[in-house]
C-alpha cells in the first residue's frame, strides 16, 4: 500500500481524473438551473428569501452562462456577473443601461430597475458575437 502511495501522477493524467470527476457536478449544476426555471417558469435567485431577488450571470471567455435568463416583469432585482474566464469582459446592455467592465476573477452586482414585459439583450462587448438575453415576463398566480 505504501508504495502506491509513493508513485507520482504525471500532470496530464491528474488533470484528466480532475475534470472527469468535476465535470459532472458542473454539468448538474446547470442542468438543476434549467429544472427550476421549467417547474416555475422563472430563473432561480440566488437567495430565494431575499427582498431583492440577484440573478448570477458568470462571463467565461466568450460565453455567457446563463445564456437566457427569465425574471419576473415589473419587479426590481440584482443582477451579480462574475468574471470567471482568463480574459477581460464587458458586461454590457443597452436597453436596461447597464455596463460594467470586468477583469479576471472580478464580479459586481447591479440593480435593474422594474422592466416591462419583453426581451432585453446583454452582451460581452469584449467578445463579439457572444449574446443573452433576459425575458421579463408577467407573473400568473
Keep these: 500500500m505504501s508504495r502506491l502511495l509513493k508513485m507520482k501522477m504525471p500532470k496530464k493524467a491528474f488533470l484528466c481524473?480532475?475534470?472527469?470527476?468535476?465535470?459532472?457536478?458542473?454539468?448538474?449544476?446547470?442542468?438543476?438551473?434549467?429544472t427550476a426555471t421549467e417547474a416555475?417558469?422563472?430563473?432561480?435567485?440566488?437567495?430565494?428569501?431575499a427582498?431583492?431577488?440577484t440573478y448570477k450571470i458568470e462571463l467565461k471567455d466568450g460565453?455567457?452562462?446563463p445564456?437566457?435568463?427569465?425574471?419576473p416583469a415589473k419587479t426590481r432585482f440584482?443582477?451579480?456577473?462574475?468574471?470567471?474566464g482568463t480574459k477581460p469582459s464587458e458586461f454590457e446592455s443597452n436597453q436596461m443601461r447597464?455596463?460594467?467592465?470586468?477583469f479576471m476573477g472580478?464580479?459586481?452586482?447591479?440593480?435593474?430597475t422594474p422592466l416591462d414585459s419583453g426581451e432585453y439583450d446583454y452582451f460581452d462587448e469584449f467578445q463579439p458575437g457572444v449574446m443573452g438575453k433576459l425575458i421579463a415576463k408577467e407573473v400568473t398566480q
Excluded at 416555475?40 to 440566488?46: I, R
Excluded at 472580478?106 to 435593474?112: E, H
Design 63 to 65: 460565453a455567457l452562462l
Design 78 to 84: 440584482k443582477l451579480h456577473v462574475t468574471n470567471i
Design 51 to 53: 427582498s431583492v431577488p
Design 98 to 102: 447597464l455596463e460594467e467592465v470586468l
Design 17 to 34: 481524473v480532475v475534470v472527469t470527476c468535476l465535470a459532472p457536478l458542473w454539468l448538474s449544476a446547470a442542468h438543476a438551473q434549467e
Design 67 to 71: 445564456e437566457t435568463l427569465v425574471v
Design 40 to 49: 416555475t417558469g422563472f430563473s432561480e435567485p440566488v437567495d430565494p428569501g
Design 106 to 112: 472580478m464580479d459586481v452586482t447591479m440593480t435593474v
